[in-house]
């Protein structure tokens, strides 16, 4: 029988740390422990992934004897698993106990490795470079981050066809997160090695649930990946929620989303007011003065991509894009949008956040920045 005990009155990280380093792989007493919920395959798949990677034991639970079972006559994985609740201090290590032999420690896989698997749900565990962050908004208002990953095996493979790049790795609003992986994440210039695991792969994505932990690891020179980090390019096969490069001839422009905005110069702040009786603008949000306020941009226009015959392409860009689109263009008479058309435009990054395959393809791309 498997249990997922809730330890309660744990509060800080530092205790959560000291918990798992004292309590796992070791046979432990729990006193007063209350069950608080029966939890099945269908209510808590996630879980159960992480039980079926566990099973069957290494030993036998009782005899501790090795277990020399033909596949045929093995036990087959439990249906059911009980949420037990225990208050903090009642789950104690035995003392002179050494790790348990049923006790499996997490196996590390490349990513190349679990892209491999073909079964379409699978356990798994690895270390990864976080190469960009976006944030989600769920229907129920609860934030899901997204953090596209890659490492050595996916940068250093000759480019072969179907070699993925870089993978999506989604957090579930439930997944703890600690606050060095967070500040990691804020700062991700630095692009943080993190390791995940117990996470679950599901077509394609990594999804980490309440179950996983996710930790930031020390640089190491053996993880490192060549720069700069090379993206797959974006074709017809390419999923909602990855990441990519494009490159392609702007064939019209989204007028509705065209506009420009004036902001401050020294903080970008739109808090612009003209001042009385004198020439230029003060910022109200830090004081500075300026003859003539920077010109912020916003622009989505379509592209046709060679390698994308019959697909409807639209990418919102970036301002530092759109002004060298416009440089390049800019004539006599100033700026204009239609001088845009014609213009070729890449290799960008870009995130693709939307692919709908109803009758044509059509997909909806935000260039990104990757440091
Ligand atoms: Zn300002």
């Not at 796992?24 to 729990?30: D, N």
């Not at 596209?148 to 790049?165: A, C, I, K, W, Y």
């Not at 991509?305 to 919102?316: F, G, P, Y």
């Not at 800019?330 to 845009?340: A, M």
Request: proline share 6%; glycine share 4%.
């Amino acid at each position: 029988m498997f249990g997922e005990v809730l330890l309660h009155c744990v509060s800080t990280e530092s205790e959560i740390q000291q918990n798992s380093e004292q309590l796992e792989g070791h046979v432990c007493l729990l006193q007063a422990l209350r069950v608080v919920q029966r939890l099945t395959r269908d209510k808590c798949s996630p879980l159960f992934s992480m039980i079926d990677s566990l099973w069957p034991p290494p030993v036998d639970p009782k005899s501790h004897d090795d277990l020399l079972q033909s596949p045929s006559d093995r036990v087959p994985p439990p249906c059911f698993c009980y949420r037990l609740s225990v208050q903090l201090g009642h789950m104690v290590p035995l003392s002179g106990q050494t790790e348990s032999p049923l006790y499996r420690p997490p196996v590390l896989q490349t990513l190349r490795e679990i892209l491999q698997d073909e079964s379409s749900r699978c356990h798994c565990s690895f270390r990864a470079t976080v190469v960009h962050k976006e944030l989600l908004s769920s229907n129920a208002g609860e934030r899901e981050m997204l953090l596209f990953v890659t490492d050595p095996s996916l940068q250093r493979e000759p480019n072969t066809d179907g070699n993925r790049r870089t993978v999506a790795v989604c957090l579930s609003p439930s997944c703890l997160i600690q606050s060095s992986v967070t500040q990691a994440l804020d700062a991700l210039q630095t692009q943080p090695v993190l390791m995940f695991r117990d996470a679950v792969k599901e077509n394609a994505q990594i999804f980490c649930w309440e179950q996983t932990v996710i930790q930031l690891e020390p640089e190491d020179s053996s993880f490192s990946i060549p720069r700069p980090i090379i993206l797959d390019h974006l074709g017809p096969e390419t999923l909602t929620y990855s990441l990519c490069t494009v490159t392609g001839v702007v064939v019209a422009v989204d007028e509705s989303t065209a506009f420009s905005w004036p902001t401050c110069s020294s903080c970008e702040s739109c808090r612009l007011e003209t001042r009385e009786h004198q020439k230029g603008f003060l910022c109200l949000e830090c004081g500075a003065v300026m003859d003539e306020p920077t010109t912020k941009m916003e622009l989505e226009v379509f592209l046709s991509c060679s390698s994308l015959s019959h697909c409807t392409v639209k990418i919102k860009l970036q301002q530092k894009t759109i002004t060298s689109l416009l440089n390049s263009t800019s004539c006599t008479e100033g700026y204009s949008v239609e001088n845009v058309l014609g213009s070729e435009i890449g290799p960008l990054s870009v995130f693709v956040h939307v692919v709908n395959r109803s009758h044509t393809v059509w997909m909806g791309l935000e260039e990104c920045d990757l440091h």
